[in-house]
């Protein structure tokens, strides 16, 4: 197996040429500056590509008061303190409705742009937040897994791609960009994402530094045996790499990536006005890279809060207008930029909540929950159904839906790929996209 | 790890030689890792301080290495620095506080009163108004907090016990984020000290009661009819037992039995009261009770699983990832029977052969603020700028008293990523001031972008950066790189690799650095250029590790 530096090496540049920035990529950013000069929007290469965005509700969100069961009575009265009423709804059916919180998702499931998925969980789900995040990330339901779905994605259908075939605007990278060759890089500013050197000679001292963050064994740090064993952590990074070969490969990633990221993203100037939450500079952060013409395809943004065991009621409607106005500005911005036909969204979020309000006026633990879906390409409505409020596992919702299924339609049905590498094995998919 | 492995010899012997040394009532380990000899080298000293501390300048460095292997790891361990050898701020002793909590309950019942009477639209705004001068004081008193305890960790002289701190902080984890009074972090952190190498049981009893984590895990508002399970289970999940060491039913049961306990939120005591708790008959691990919260502590400690989660966290945390079974199982061994007491267990494990193995020495990457504040004592700095190192710890992620969730921070590779990895390394350009240029005539067309990336109080902050960044004298120069030294650039730099890497280099690293000295010196060698050159041997993969 060879790592995407050997990749590099043995096709592009040659068993004996010295590790400087890859050519290819060079070139590769070169063009897109040129053609992206006049236009401020990608205009070459990729047009047509699709590009994912994974936005990750942290936390555990209560999916029964963002997509409620109005009509059930059993949800009322599991919930006399948080239910909400179906006036205080935009519904949905005859049997649902949003939150109301979040007109514009409504608006957006009114026009057909939105999929709602119910009752999305998987067998004999974990309570916990870090083995039930583990395992939605990971697509692994046994929790053993050190590789990411996204990242078995990057290794499986984009050989030789750059490093910034995934983005994470997070701090941490999410364990979903786990990785045997090509975990993605991460970013969070770009303004900072460089080196920043004083002194009269920088080109100089950017030379010195250039050599120093480029690995200095050729040689492949993963290969043979080494990547049968267990991986340092869950992390972005190479199974069995040492801590030393991983440093360096994160090092030349990083300058690699750094100076294009910050060029191409200064590049695009919004006219759509975001809020000044996290969640609504993230994807302004997206939405300039996606202008900006990146190679990437799939960009993860993360919307934290959702653990809500106590005083419910106010932050979790807070939350869910906070995910509504950052996602109203997004689309905006992405019609004006003439590129919102080639983006979907799609919201995951470790497990749902319990169906009884708990005794603080918040939620514990649960299971089931909703993922929404949203963007031109997808197939409008609700799928999946609504889990029984009555038929319940030790007081949680039961799931119809498997989340693999989900993500085996979004790999095929818009990243064009076959899922079952990717999720290792063949799930049911919905009629959701493509 | 095979070294490792073969260095576990169990010996039945020398355990028994050991019996006799141990003092009555320090119970005797049956499985010990093997001892390493008294005679070390000044590169162990050094891996020493960097582990069981936060490394040191060179002159610390040889200090611990005069004193031999095991006087330096009892200097370490039983340190003579009082514990309360750093005064609290005033708002954070205990009376302060007590008076506090009493003039906001005060302040509380005023407010009803003044509102008394108004439309409801002018009461919300009375209240808004008196919560948002509340929040400030929260605020302004949370980063007094935080450099506080940074402070600490750079200056102490028992940085074993700030460094356990550190490790229980990141094992009980608890938000300021959630918790939101400050004063209460630091009473917990208060407790991590008096803890920090005691017994990990009486700390596990006291945690239960401890306002802060009352708050984080919301035992506060569990109750009788109604419990909590948010408590039950992380306690058994991340604190003592570990995931699949006990079942649901063990934790639904287990949160009827921590219900009861209630903070005073006006003087900070937190009481059992019996007709909150569920008085009932519970069913945990088997056993069938009417149990309360010490009871289902106690029983957590009967586990068998309760003695290896920690010892395997602390050889995670102090010596490498992926512990050996074997090891795990022979520290557990002796931790069970040393009763939970951490520190003869840390004892065993600076005193074996394992933790100066060459694969565990300088192959550990630095947390956070791991690489903060021994990059600041290896270039002794003692006051850095505080909004500086505070607005650094976000940016590579580690913010004290804000891990990110309750399991909380991811250790190792988890730290670095590509944002992360030059964040440190911009972060030791303005420490040493091998950016300062760069800073000033950063290209204009970024401004806007800056701009409307940043809120208001992202802004400000940045305003207090450009501050600190003019204000900043940097470092020592004169002494970190003396100027005898810098005619004989091949001198200077290897003084400089002993100060920030404790170790021989590859002769890459070091060719470069030589050659990049060699290309500054001409005519004269300033300290702004000493500091690029500091500078740029922080910038690289290998000043990551520890």
Known sequence: MKTRREFLRSTVLGASATWTVPMFVERTFADLHLGARDLATQAVTGKDDTILVVLQLAGGNDGLNTLVPFADDAYHKARPRLGKKEKELIKLSDHVGLNSSMPFLGSLFKEGNLGVVQGVGYPNPNRSHFVSTSIWETADTTNRSNTGWIGRYFDNACPGADPTVGISLNKTQPESFGALKNPGVCLS???????????????????FFASLNSPEHDDSPVDGASIDMPAGGKTGGIQGEDNLAFLERVAMDARVSSAKILELASKYRTKVTYEGTPIARSLNMVSRLIAGGMPTRVYYVSHGGFDTHNQQINSHDRLLSQLDGALKSFFADLKAQGNDKRVVLMTFSEFGRRVSENASSGTDHGRASCMFLAGEAVKGGLFGKYPSLTDLDAGDLKHNVDFRGVYASVLEGWLKTSSKPVLRGDFEKLGVIG | MAGWRAAMKISPLRNHLHRSRFPPGNPIPLAMLQAAPDEWTIFEAAHLLRRAGFGGSPDEIKLLHSMGRHRAVESLLVPTEPVDAFPLPDWANREQAVADMKARLQQFQETRRATRGMSAEEEEKFRRNSQQEQQQLNRRHGIEGQGWWFRRMLKTKAPLREKMVLFWHDHFATS???????????????????????SFKELTHEILQDPAMMLYLDTQTSKKGKPNENFAREVMELFTLGEGN?????????????????????????????????????????????????????????????????PRKLWEYFVSENPPEEGVDALAKSFREADFRIEPLLREIFRSKAFYAEKVIRNQIKSPIQYLVQMLKELELADPPQAYTMNAQQQLGQVLFMPPNVAGWDWGKAWINTNTLLSRYNVAGFITKGSQEAAKDAPDDEAPMMDMQMDRREAMRAGAMQMAGRTWAGPDFEKIAPRSLREDPEKLVDALVFRFFQAPLGKKERGTFVEYAVSKKGAIFTNKEAGELCHLMLSTPHYQLA
Request: glycine share 10%; hydrophobic share 35%.
């Open chain 2, 246 to 310: 006990y079942s649901e039913q063990d934790i639904k049961e287990a949160a009827r039995a921590f219900t009861g306990y209630q903070l005073n939120r006006f003087n900070g005591t937190v009481t059992h009261e019996p007709r909150q708790w569920d008085d009932g008959d519970k069913t945990i691990f088997g056993k069938t009770g009417k149990f309360d919260g010490e009871g289902v502590v106690d029983l957590i400690f009967q586990q068998s699983a309760a003695s290896e989660l920690v």
């Open chain 1, 189 to 207: 500013s770009p303004e900072l994402y460089r080196w920043i050197h004083g002194g009269g000679e920088r080109a100089q001292a950017e030379e």
């Open chain 2, 176 to 198: 300021l984020q959630k918790v939101k009074q400050p004063v209460l972090m630091m009473m917990q952190n208060e407790l991590f000290r008096k803890h920090a190498t005691g």
